[in-house]
């Protein structure tokens, strides 16, 4: 499987990466840790005739942890936030999300940004940020803005983003209470058949606060108000998480792949789900 | 056609120059141009890890890796492990206990073991088996590759230990 | 002197023989990455080839514009059938009879077929080149189906004349290929007619593919200087490649030379003759130029190959009590676009007739039914003898859907039905004779093993945990007896293109004692360079260290059928020996000139001749060798070298038991295998590292074709489980441990009693894993349910049985 030709760029700022946009239009993209991308290069289902490798620009590397906040720079790898003390104290739900993502090597070279960037239905960093309340920030020739993640995703490979913007980190509030990410899949390497984020700040015996978002049950992650909302004010009782299922249940439509049809994944949903409010209540 | 463009990487401690599309993908750039064939092409699609090698000190699949994206950087791979005089913990046990068979797979195993043993020197089996699970065998079913990882993690400790 | 000191375990432990746990001579080269595949192989001048292939099921094809691909730079030639034409290489004949398209000519009948092959300066030239070739295709109606295709006005082989008988006896309508029917039909219908109990399902094996992890390729290069055509390939029988180029190309046999490198697992896989292979050869003989090709995964898996698809429609017929008195068959084969299955030429369903399983069933039928569709053509053995897998998962699922119908333990079941080991040599019905076997023996050390009765009332309880709402979890005990039939096999009734399938070695033993043989057959990691030395270290007393064992260049090796269907050990392991023998009934001679007694008056110890009643009068296989090339012995010719070709006398017959444990969660369909033993027995055991390896890598396969690995279709023929995201090989994290155990029976024909083991696991495991999740919805009502199993049938199963509430 070999590519079609392109031209290679590796510039160090990001001005060069924003003209190289300007004008290459739509013929140029951006690559990160390449392992969406370089794939579907592969298979000639992308063609990218101009290539601009972010590796080399400046500001996109590092995790920040401080005043409540943390911040994800566009470069960081799945394998950094794995290996980072700092955010597996502060937001234990990345690397719990982080470790069922592909693989160690794919995980080395995979990055946040890339992954919350690509826009296809089966990455599970965009439930996860939109569980967390994220922002992106995009830079463009216009100069930079942010974009919350539950307002990010369009349709499958369709964003917010516009193409001649990069996105550059992902921050949030560091999360508050229980925690769980919990994905159904094949096998190894394999993307969710169905998988759920979730957060749950508990107060006393109920639920304070509560946030939820599945993966892949959708052409865009599904962050479920109505689901979250059930939750909050009650002990979390068999009612309450009935209400929850029903509201996600509500939001959600997945399509019959080799994973399985309609009504698997539905139900599948609906047990991932209830395992991970579970899981998240019991560390909460 | 985009113009073929400057590659400079360290191989195996050997600095090595040459003139690529940056297309070429890093697999086929030790295959064929610095005839390093120990890495294979299994899939071609980042899952069976046939084609790892280390960059920059990170096990990586050489398939899904443009030549471009690596220019500048240091790689290792099963050539670079052990010599025939010389060979590593790992490829001595992954013989000793029968850990490969057709060893199609196999220079992609041990490159990813040497790694998972430097990031965790003393893995259980169930992290032997979630740390080598980016790698494919179709032959050995595992349960040997993973007996071998254990045999040589212990033996790399012991000498550690004699050593101190 | 050192010898006298040694005991005679010192003796046999430094030969390093039978029953020697001895590691691999192989693994220094490959644990370095030294190993030598097809694609390491780079040749001066090499052009890269590479496949234009049809995004259609089933589509006429109106044009081929190429134009536009050889105009790019680089590009040398584009081949499409017209080019082929001329020398009648468009079309290939299989293994099967049948004949099939190297390059698409005038249509195509599968997605991914080859049309056009592209030979380019390099890879990447070339993957622009295919872009670049324009096909005008016109789609035509697809069918996926083999009950809809007996049935559908669409013909899909233009080719085949109507009416006409196939390679195979009669067809019943166009898309139809051959009947086979073995068995007394008229008796079998009649018992079921009568018998106190039947029990019927159809059980589906699903198409699936050996998918080793190297895929095919071949190097072509032809030397037009010498005349010489040198081919490089993945081949698991070189000699087989040599003779069908020779008889397709007309250059002599003498000119031809395939060599099989190293090769990275073949599973079946690599027995066939694909288009890749003639098109490098042609591309070869075209340019003048070494050509390579090597396919990509996705390639792999849409075109090269497939394995099983067969409907198994069954019957079997049974007392009360539970004895079996009949066993009814009908299969329907999905054979794809062209039937290229790779079987023993007068065994269209391979041995398939090996269907009455372990047991001892006095009649029986089977009828078998090839059919075309719009798939892939193919059909191998994957790790297995010819259609043996499908025949024993056939009838393990049917003695557990028989002791559903009788309502007794699936275990007892099988007990009563054993053949008795007092039976054997044991004739089936379906007329196998089978050599050997203690049934009884190795059953109940399996079920002793894992406490079988502990586990069914384990499982008792769990069903009635679940009924309680206390767990969501069931739990299946998988259980499987099989036989296998391998080692095909006798010439008298086994050749493929009408070469029969015996195999052979070739020994010479060097001055200084050490030698080299060479044989027909070729390693995919079964480790041959490390076991064949073992045989012939037992055989003529020289350390295995000193033996170098070599396959796989056809200038070298004598001619043999190669390796699949676990035919080495009992085929070209029997030739070892035999040559082996031949090597010693020699040195004895020599012997017993050197020791100056006649030649009845020494025997063979071990490793040395010792002169009857003397042991300390001896010459050691060493010092023979040596003799052999220094000494003018009276009535001998100097040297000492022998060639084996052996010619079977019957197919061995390996057995097996093994258990699965299983617990299945019902709500997400994910099982999980809590436990699994295996108990192999092989016969005579020649290295039990490697017997227990294959036993391991067998069952992973099994694990994966059971549990979701499959080559799946969409209605327009599309394939879609194209990638390993979809094709299901199981990673080290799903894959669990296993227990292996063994009782050993020798086959009482094979020189040294060893009846292979490569392929058992396969066989054994794929029912055993089945049966494990079946068996967990027994106890709600469940009789069969079809493969894969991955977590949605699974689900599906659970759910129709009404367990989700
Ligand atoms: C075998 C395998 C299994 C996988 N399994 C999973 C899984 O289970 N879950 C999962 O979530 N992912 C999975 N992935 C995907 C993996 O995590 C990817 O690495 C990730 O989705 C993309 O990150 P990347 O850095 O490689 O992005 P790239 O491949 O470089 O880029 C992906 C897309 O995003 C765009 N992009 C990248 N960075 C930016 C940026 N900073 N600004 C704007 N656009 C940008 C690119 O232009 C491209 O379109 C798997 C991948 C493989 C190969
Ligand atoms: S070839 Fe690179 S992962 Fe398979
Ligand atoms: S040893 Fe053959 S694939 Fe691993």
């Avoid at chain 3, 040694?6 to 023989?17: F, H, N, P, V, Y």
């Amino acid at each position: 499987m070999i590519p079609a030709p392109f031209e290679y760029y590796r510039p160090r700022e990001m001005a060069a990466v924003l003209a190289l946009l300007a004008e290459h239009g739509d013929e140029a993209r951006v690559m990160a840790g390449g392992h969406s991308l370089i794939p579907m290069m592969k298979l000639r289902m992308a063609e990218v005739p101009h290539l601009i490798d972010l590796q080399d620009v400046e500001g996109l590397s590092g995790i920040t942890v401080s005043g409540g906040e943390i911040r994800l720079g566009a470069m960081v790898t799945q394998a950094e936030i794995i290996d980072s003390k700092e955010l597996a104290q502060a937001a234990p739900i990345l690397r719990e999300a982080a470790l069922q993502i592909a693989d160690p090597q794919v995980r080395a070279m995979g990055t946040v940004g890339g992954n919350v960037a690509n826009g296809d239905p089966g990455n599970d960093m965009p439930g996860l940020m939109q569980c967390l309340g994220a922002r992106f920030t995009l830079v463009g020739p216009e100069g930079e803005r942010e974009v919350a993640a539950r307002d990010f995703y369009e349709a499958a490979y369709m964003t917010e983003r516009d193409d001649d913007e990069v996105l550059t980190a992902v921050a949030f509030a560091v999360p508050e209470g229980g925690y769980a990410y919990e994905k159904q899949k094949r096998k190894i390497g394999d993307y969710a058949t169905a998988a759920a984020a979730v957060q749950i700040r508990r107060e006393g015996a109920s639920c304070a606060a509560a946030s939820i978002a599945m993966t892949n049950l959708s052409d865009t992650p599904v962050w479920s108000e109505a689901a979250a909302e059930a939750l909050v004010g009650t002990e979390l009782g068999p009612e309450a998480i009935e209400a929850a299922v029903t509201a996600m249940l509500a939001e959600i439509d997945p399509s019959e792949d080799n994973r399985g049809p309609v009504e698997f994944k539905r139900h599948a949903a609906v047990v991932i789900l209830r395992r991970a409010i579970a899981r998240a209540w019991s560390r909460a | 056609m985009p113009d073929k463009m400057h590659v400079k990487l360290t191989v195996n401690g050997e600095a090595q120059e040459f003139l690529a599309e940056p297309r070429e993908l890093l697999i086929y750039a030790l295959r064929e141009r610095l005839n390093l064939t120990g890495p294979h092409v299994g899939c071609d699609t980042s899952h069976c890890g046939a084609c790892t090698v280390i960059v920059d000190g990170k096990t990586v699949k050489s398939c899904t890796l443009f030549v471009a994206q690596a220019n500048g950087a240091e790689i290792t791979t099963i050539e670079g492990l052990g010599s025939p005089d010389d060979l590593s913990p790992l490829q001595r046990a992954f013989r000793e206990h029968h850990g490969l068979q057709c060893g199609f797979c196999t220079p992609g195993m041990i490159t990813r073991a040497t790694k998972l043993l430097e990031e965790n020197p003393t893995p259980t089996e169930e992290e032997v088996r979630f740390g080598m699970a980016g790698n494919l065998c179709r032959c050995t079913g595992y349960q040997n590759i993973v007996k071998s990882i254990l045999a040589a993690a212990a033996e790399i400790n012991a000498a550690k230990e004699a050593a101190e | 002197m050192k010898d006298d000191v040694e005991s005679r375990e010192d003796r046999t432990a430094g030969l390093k023989g039978l029953g020697c746990a001895r590691r691999r001579v192989e693994d220094l080269r490959f644990t370095q990455g030294k190993g030598n595949y097809v694609d390491d192989i780079k040749l001066p001048g090499m052009l890269h080839g590479d496949f234009v292939r049809s995004p259609y099921a089933h589509a006429r094809i109106k044009s081929i514009d190429a134009s536009a691909a050889l105009a790019l730079d680089g590009v040398v030639a584009v081949l499409t059938a017209e080019d082929l034409a001329p020398l009648g290489l468009h079309w290939m004949p299989t293994l099967a009879g049948d004949k099939q398209m190297v390059l698409a000519d005038g249509k195509v009948l599968f997605q991914g077929q080859e049309v056009a092959f592209v030979v380019a300066r390099d890879r990447y030239v070339a993957a622009d080149a295919v872009e670049l070739v324009e096909v005008e295709y016109e789609d035509l109606p697809v069918i996926t189906d083999p009950f809809e295709s007996l049935k559908s006005d669409v013909v899909l082989r233009e080719d085949l004349e109507p009416g006409a008988d196939g390679a195979h006896g009669p067809r019943k309508h166009h898309n139809h290929i051959f009947t086979w029917e073995v068995g007394d039909k008229e008796t079998t219908e009649q018992v079921l007619e009568e018998a106190e109990v039947v029990a019927e399902e159809m059980v589906y094996y699903h198409r699936t593919h050996p998918c080793p992890l190297e895929t095919c390729g071949a190097v072509a290069s032809m030397d037009k200087v010498n005349g010489k055509l040198t081919i490089y390939g993945t081949f698991q029988a070189p000699h087989a490649v040599r003779t069908v180029v020779s008889l397709l190309s007309g250059i002599e046999e003498h000119n031809i030379r395939v060599i099989s490198p190293d090769i990275g697992g073949g599973f079946g896989n690599k027995v066939g003759v694909y288009p890749g292979y003639v098109c490098s050869v042609v591309a070869s003989i075209v340019t003048g130029k070494p050509v390579k090709w090597v396919e990509d995964r996705m390639e792999n898996l849409m075109s090269t190959a497939f394995a099983r698809d067969y409907w198994m429609q069954g019957k079997i017929a049974a007392t009360r009590e539970g004895k079996i008195t009949g066993l009814w068959c009908h299969t329907t084969a999905d054979h794809g676009g062209f039937d290229a299955c790779a079987d023993p030429t007068k065994f269209p369903a391979g041995f398939m007739n090996i269907c009455t399983g372990s047991y001892d069933i006095p009649v029986a039928y089977l009828a078998v039914d090839g059919v075309y569709t719009n798939k892939a053509p193919g059909g191998v053995s994957y790790r297995c003898s010819f259609r043996v897998t499908e025949a024993i998962y056939f009838i393990e699922r049917m003695i557990e859907v028989l002791a559903i119908k009788l309502n007794v333990d699936a275990a007892e079941l099988r007990r009563i039905n054993f053949i008795r080991k007092d039976q054997f040599p044991y004739q089936s019905a379906l007329g196998w004779e089978y050599d050997s076997g203690d049934y009884h023996t190795a059953w109940d050390k399996a079920l002793a093993a894992v406490d079988y009765k502990g586990l069914r009332e384990e499982q008792a309880q769990r069903v009635e945990d679940f009924k309680a709402g206390k767990t969501r979890k069931l739990m299946g005990v998988g259980l499987t007896f099989f036989t296998e039939i391998v080692g095909a096999g006798p010439v008298k009734n086994c050749d493929i293109l009408g070469l029969g399938m015996f195999d052979s070695c070739e020994i010479r033993i060097h001055p200084t004692g050490s030698a080299i043989a060479r044989l027909g057959t070729i390693s995919q990691g079964q480790g041959h360079a490390t076991t064949f030395a073992q045989i012939l270290a037992s055989e003529i007393g020289l350390p295995a260290d000193s033996i170098t064992i070599e396959e796989g260049d056809t200038d070298t090796a004598p001619y043999g059928l190669g390796t699949y269907g676990s035919r080495s050990t009992p085929v070209a392991g029997a030739a070892t020996a035999m040559a082996g023998r031949k090597i010693r009934a020699k040195a004895q001679m020599i012997a017993a000139y050197l020791l100056e007694v006649h030649d009845d008056d020494v025997e063979f110890d071990i490793d040395r001749f010792v002169v009857k009643g003397a042991p300390e009068r001896f010459k050691t296989m060493k010092e023979i060798a040596f003799a052999a090339y220094n000494q003018a012995i009276p009535g001998i010719e100097p040297g000492l070298e022998a060639v084996s070709y052996y010619d079977p006398p019957n197919m061995t017959y390996p057995f097996g038991a093994y258990v699965c444990v299983m617990d299945i969660d019902v709500d997400t369909g994910v099982p999980e295998i809590r436990r699994f033993y295996a108990l192999d027995d092989c016969g005579t055991r020649i290295n039990p590292m490697i017997i227990e390896g294959q036993v391991h890598g067998g069952l992973t396969e099994a694990l994966a074709v059971a549990l979701g690995q499959e080559i799946a279709y969409d209605d327009l023929g599309n394939v879609k489980t194209g990638t390993l995201m979809d094709f299901f090989l199981p990673t080290a994290w799903e894959t669990p441990n296993y227990e292996t155990d063994h009782t050993v029976t020798p086959s009482p024909h094979h020189p040294i009693g060893a009846k292979g083991v490569g392929e058992s696991p396969h066989v054994g495991g794929v029912p055993c894993f089945s049966n494990a999740v079946n068996d967990a919805f027994r106890a709600f009502g469940l009789t069969h349910t079809q493969m894969p199993h991955d977590h949605w049938r699974i689900w599906k199963t659970a759910n129709r049985l009404g367990l989700h509430g």
